[in-house]
């Protein structure tokens, strides 16, 4: 039951396009498209952002997109905006239980 | 609207217990899997157990299997977490969540501490 890596932080100016990387093995993010994002403010609840690799929520702008190729799984998000400054964590389905990333700080420059 | 609302977190010293609820409203409870999942000060998320919606299957993350038992009780709606010989790496905020993590509750806070 190992975390998923991602990248400790990242960051963008606004309008620009950042991507979020979430790497595992086979036996979670390689091995089932159950992988998904969520949107963390401080002090707020986690928000689904991208389900089943790709799937966006009703309510999510369009900006937000979700990919997987092999065992990493990729969030990019275009058009940044201030709003979009929080932190981001990818989860996998491991076949018994869930694995999350250790989560992104991105940071709107 | 889906509503997740946990309660029961606190100060606890080490080797005790504590048990969390979660009250769902909003949607059909018992037609879900549920999720409690953590978050320790400056780490990341942690998913924590989950249990299937008759509750006949149970799942843990290795570090709180024999200490912790996830239930709910579809009648009232309510999800729980009992926590066993609690240790200072317990200390996190606890949030339970629902399926498949569409939707949060805001989290109640667990502080293992002497």
């Known amino acids: 039951q190992s975390a998923l890596t991602q990248p400790r932080s990242v960051s963008g100016s606004p309008g620009q396009s950042v991507t979020i990387s979430c790497t595992g093995t086979s036996s979670d993010v390689g091995g089932y498209n159950y992988v998904s994002w969520y949107q963390q403010h401080p002090g707020k609840a986690p928000k689904l952002m991208i389900y089943d690799v790709s799937k966006r929520p009703s309510g999510v702008p369009d900006r937000f997109s979700g990919s997987k190729s092999g065992n990493t799984a990729s969030l990019t998000i275009s058009g940044l905006q201030a709003e979009d400054e929080a932190d981001y964590y990818c989860c996998s389905y491991t076949g018994s239980s869930w694995a999350f990333g250790g989560g992104t700080e991105l940071t709107v420059l | 609207e889906v509503q997740l609302v946990e309660s029961g977190g606190g100060l606890v010293q080490p080797g005790g217990s504590l048990r969390l609820s979660c009250a769902a409203s909003?949607?059909?409870?018992?037609?879900?899997?549920m999720n409690w999942v953590r978050r320790a000060p400056g780490k990341g998320l942690e998913w924590v157990a989950n249990i299937k919606e008759d509750g006949s299957e149970k799942y843990y993350v290795d570090s709180v299997k024999g200490r912790f038992t996830i239930s709910r009780d579809n009648a009232k709606d309510s999800l729980y977490l009992q926590m066993n010989s609690l240790r200072a790496e317990d200390t996190a905020v606890y949030y339970c969540?629902?399926?498949?993590?569409?939707?949060w509750g805001q989290g109640t806070l667990v502080t293992v501490s002497s």
């Open positions: 909003g949607f059909t409870f018992s037609s879900y899997w």
């Open positions: 969540a629902r399926g498949m993590f569409d939707s």
